[in-house]
């Protein structure tokens, strides 16, 4: 079955660093997500993604953060400069239809350590 | 707007036992909710989701939730509980309406415990 994949499974970065989080969605997915868990808490939605632009993003996703889809097969998240409280696992999720109906797939996550 | 609430953020039961995690949500549409569960250093898998028609609907792994309306609840149960069961699980209904096609919005996550 296919499959959303995530690289790398664990970032260690320094603080003020830049940092990139790739992701693979499902080939035939139009629709593509971020998401982040901090340690203990609950999953929150970060931006989602269709037609090479972003269609909604929280207030956590503010100017540090940017999201791209350079070439059709990659779904990127950028921290331009991180703080310790990025810290978290953040998980990419895929879907092939805009229905709410429609299930989202996600990856494994990249956990994020700021040092 | 959603927003969902899950009754216990750890439950325990014996292996063979009835599993019951609380799922309560509050939707101005009709809502379409989804169950996900996540193993240790997993991500998040799918296990089954409520979008119309039967309201009991069963999943992967010998899991169904039930939806019920009159109580906006969609509890997730398993008649006999494996080992291989323990993980947390998450309610998420999917977002209505805006640009956001469907995002979810996450429960604070059930940690299921199984002992022998």
């Known amino acids: 079955e296919p499959e959303v994949t995530q690289t790398p499974s664990h970032q260690v970065t320094q603080m003020g660093q830049e940092v990139i989080l790739r992701c693979v969605p499902i080939s035939n997915h139009l629709y593509f997500y971020w998401y982040r868990q901090i340690l203990g808490q609950k999953v929150e939605f970060l931006v989602s993604?269709?037609?090479?632009?972003?269609?909604?993003k929280s207030e956590i996703f503010d100017d540090q953060f940017s999201v791209e889809r350079p070439d059709g097969s990659n779904f990127t998240l950028k921290i331009r400069s991180t703080k310790l409280e990025d810290s978290a696992m953040y998980f990419c999720?895929?879907?092939?239809?805009?229905?709410?109906?429609?299930?989202?797939?996600f990856g494994d996550g990249t956990r994020l350590s700021i040092l | 707007a959603q927003s969902v609430t899950q009754l216990g953020s750890h439950v325990s039961v014996s292996e063979g036992a009835l599993v019951l995690l609380r799922c309560n949500y509050s939707?101005?549409?009709?809502?379409?909710l989804f169950w996900y569960v996540q193993y240790p250093n997993q991500g998040l898998q799918l296990l089954l989701k409520y979008t119309t028609g039967a309201t009991l609907v069963k999943g992967i792994n010998g899991f169904e939730a039930e939806f019920k309306k009159s109580e906006t609840s969609f509890h997730l149960t398993k008649p006999s509980a494996h080992m291989s069961d323990a993980a947390e699980y998450f309610c998420?209904?999917?977002?209505?309406?805006?640009?956001?096609?469907?995002?979810?919005?996450f429960g604070q996550g059930t940690i299921l415990t199984v002992h022998p």
């Open positions: 999720a895929s879907k092939v239809g805009s229905g709410r109906n429609q299930p989202q797939h």
């Open positions: 993604f269709y037609n090479n632009e972003i269609s909604e």
């Open positions: 939707s101005s549409v009709p809502p379409y």
């Open positions: 998420a209904p999917a977002n209505a309406g805006g640009t956001s096609y469907g995002k979810l919005t």
